[in-house]
């Protein structure tokens, strides 16, 4: 069967939510054990697992709560199996006991938090004020997750799919941040098979001890000096995570006066100030993060020493922006517009953000102007 | 021509205050409505994240004309145990009883804990779980008192499945095996029935369970004006037994139709069920679900 059309569009796409779209990259990378609780906006995932599982022989189970979600993936990964949960903001910050354990045994697994409004029960709408959390630990201990931040259904497609050899690759779970925009809005997206890589194999695993040593599998350290050992392994493979797993977009940074950094759903908005601001010949540029665990700090720290100012757009009060200000160092004034509650940044803001922060700006100036008669 | 309203200056007449944002048909708003009338205005309830608190506390707004708190989704009970200690310690216990309130999967699912809890250290709180059997906030996913064979987001029905496969979950046995003074099952058919147990309830000390039945045409897939019709047939036929049970003891129950309402005359007016009707080999299923009735009306002596 041909999968192209003529003109080249591909037969494969398929019209899905972020959700969904999320569900079908894990089953393709091979996620036979999945795990679900009930909330909104990630219900289109739990219900597409729910029809799919079955159909490919993998597990599905609506657990009693997002702790024994959690707990089972804890439990599928240590005995070798691809597992994944998800959920958004409140069921994540109950899963983050089970998350401190996950990284403290070393199991990999994916983790999916399509983040609503916070703090509380907040609202059900796009929000990122889970950074700090996915980031900066969330639970307990010296500890980190991978976190990869989609802005599109295909990116979410694709990072769900790499998500589950990051994670195999370095025993470590992998946290996918979404919102409930990129959690929820439908577009086309294709499923690409991709080749196998060499990941080790799971040696470490519980799968019984018939004929050879058993394998234990534990987070817990008592004896003096052990946890130290431990933590500073940890540490040593963060280190190298953060040597080889560094991923961003970057859009005409070189010529830039003014630099967006935003992921995810806001980053979608700033990509469209950029393009506005191309036909002004206003220089804007952008750095979208696609991990957020680890920072892209060295492409920040470039691109701060020849413009004139950075200016962070998230849907917080300001979360991401403190690492961009650690990735600057002073080199540069670092800006931040938020909203927050279900507030989404329009491209009109962020222009009069930055002509806020560059007054004498003529491009600017012109580029406000127009945009505002639009 | 125009026409000014003006709101009636006398309280409304129902403490939970009509304008929320149920749907038509609602179950659960109904037996909230009836709790609330029968316990007055001397009270304090807690109520879990779901479709209750969500449909009457849309911020800034709340249909709840007594105090009240929303808790966390697992918690309902375990914020009631600390309202009721609260009141204790002030020496103001007098004051108020304190009513716990939470969905199906809010008790007997993520709240269980929770709940276990409270009944298990013997606050003076009266817990009511409006059931509707499954998680219809978040878009009908099963829970545990989604009954055996029902159609659900999470329970699809297909080439591998008929439905949920797991019973429900006996939560009344699950609260009476604690050992507590009285534990009630209720239906919005019998709102009499509803009020008069909330009464006898709030009456004893110590802590008292009580589950109302309450349809949810979005989630059942039944028509709205047939909310009370689809609960007085669970009733009827015996898939949802009503009874009392005082200090570990069946004391009241309610007694199924002479000659027997067989479970299809429930089961045909949803369309959670209608998976059940296109196929002969459905029929089986049906049986089952027949079974369940039966073993109800006989444990609990309803005939």
């Keep these: 069967m041909k999968d192209r059309l003529p003109g080249g569009i591909s037969i494969m796409k398929q019209l899905l939510t972020g959700n969904e779209a999320a569900a079908e990259a894990a089953i393709q990378a091979g996620c036979r054990y999945y795990y679900g609780y009930p909330i909104t906006p990630q219900n289109e995932l739990i219900n597409y697992m729910s029809t799919r599982m079955p159909e490919v022989g993998g597990a599905f189970i609506q657990a009693e709560s997002e702790i024994a979600a959690i707990s089972m993936v804890h439990g599928s990964a240590a005995a070798g199996g691809r597992a994944m949960t998800s959920s958004s903001s409140p069921g994540i910050s109950l899963k983050q006991e089970g998350i401190s354990y996950l990284a403290g045994s070393e199991l990999p697994c994916v983790i999916v938090n399509i983040q609503r409004g916070g703090p509380g029960l907040g609202d059900i709408s796009a929000s990122q ?56 809005l ?189 | 021509m125009t026409t000014t309203l003006t709101a009636p200056k006398e309280q409304s007449c129902t403490l939970l205050a009509p304008g929320h944002t149920a749907c038509t048909g609602c179950g659960e708003a109904l037996a909230a409505k009836l709790v609330l009338g029968a316990a007055g205005t001397n009270i304090i309830v807690t109520d879990a994240t779901g479709c209750l608190e969500v449909f009457t506390t849309k911020f800034p707004q709340s249909s709840w004309e007594v105090p009240f708190i929303h808790s966390l989704f697992e918690n309902s009970a375990a914020v009631a145990s600390g309202v009721e200690v609260a009141l204790k310690a002030l020496g103001r216990q007098n004051e108020a009883k304190v009513i716990a309130q939470g969905g199906d999967g809010g008790t007997a699912d993520i709240g269980l804990q929770a709940l276990s809890g409270m009944l298990e250290r013997g606050h003076d709180i009266l817990y009511v779980c409006y059931d509707n059997e499954a998680y219809m906030n978040t878009g009908v996913q099963r829970s545990g008192l989604t009954p055996f064979d029902c159609m659900t987001t999470t329970s699809p029905c297909g080439e591998f499945s008929w439905g949920n496969k797991h019973n429900k979950k006996d939560m009344p046995s699950i609260a009476a095996a604690h050992g507590i003074p009285y ?40 028509k709205p004006q047939l909310t009370i019709q689809v609960a007085r047939l669970a009733v009827q036929t015996g898939l949802y037994p009503i009874f009392e049970i005082e200090n570990g003891k069946v004391t009241k129950v309610r007694k199924v139709t002479t000659p027997k309402t067989p479970v299809e005359e429930y089961l045909k007016i949803q369309g959670r069920f209608a998976h059940l009707f296109k196929s002969p080999k459905g029929k089986e299923e049906i049986q089952k679900i027949q079974e369940i009735a039966d073993r109800n009306i006989e444990k609990y002596g309803l005939a």
């Design chain 1, 186 to 374: 439908m577009e086309p997206v294709e499923f690409h098979k991709k080749p196998k890589k060499n990941l080790p194999a799971k040696s470490w695993a519980l799968t019984g001890a018939e004929g050879r040593k058993k394998n234990v599998i534990k987070s817990f350290y008592p004896v003096k000096g052990q946890l130290e050992e431990f933590n500073a392994h940890l540490q040593r493979k963060y280190r190298t995570i953060e040597e080889h797993e560094v991923r961003y977009e970057a859009i005409n940074i070189h010529k830039a006066d003014v630099i967006l950094v935003a992921y995810g759903t806001s980053a979608r908005i700033c990509k469209e100030v950029v393009k506005k601001s191309q036909q002004y010949k206003f220089k804007v540029g952008m750095v979208r993060p696609v991990t957020l665990w680890p920072f892209p700090k060295e492409i920040i720290r470039k691109v701060s020493e020849r413009v004139e100012c950075i200016l962070t757009v998230e849907m917080s009060a300001g979360q991401m922006v403190e690492d961009v200000k650690l990735a600057v160092e002073g080199r540069c004034p670092v800006h931040f517009y938020g909203r927050t509650g279900g507030g989404v940044p329009t491209s009109l803001e962020i222009i009069r953000k930055i002509v806020e922060i560059v007054p004498d700006n003529r491009a600017a100036n012109t580029l406000l102007q127009l945009a505002a008669v639009k």
């Design chain 1, 129 to 184: 004020a889970d950074y700090f959390q996915a980031v900066k630990g969330g639970g307990h201990g010296d500890y980190h997750t991978i976190v990869l931040a989609p802005c599109s259904v295909q990116e979410m497609a694709d990072l769900v799919y790499d998500a589950f050899d990051l994670a195999d690759k370095y025993r470590n779970p992998v946290i996918i941040l979404g919102d409930a925009q990129v959690g929820q």
């Design chain 2, 183 to 222: 534990v009630a099952t209720a239906s919005v058919a019998f709102p009499k029935d509803i009020e008069n147990k909330v009464k006898k309830a709030l009456s004893i000390t110590g802590p008292k369970y009580m589950q109302i039945h309450s349809p949810c045409p979005l989630g059942w897939r039944s």
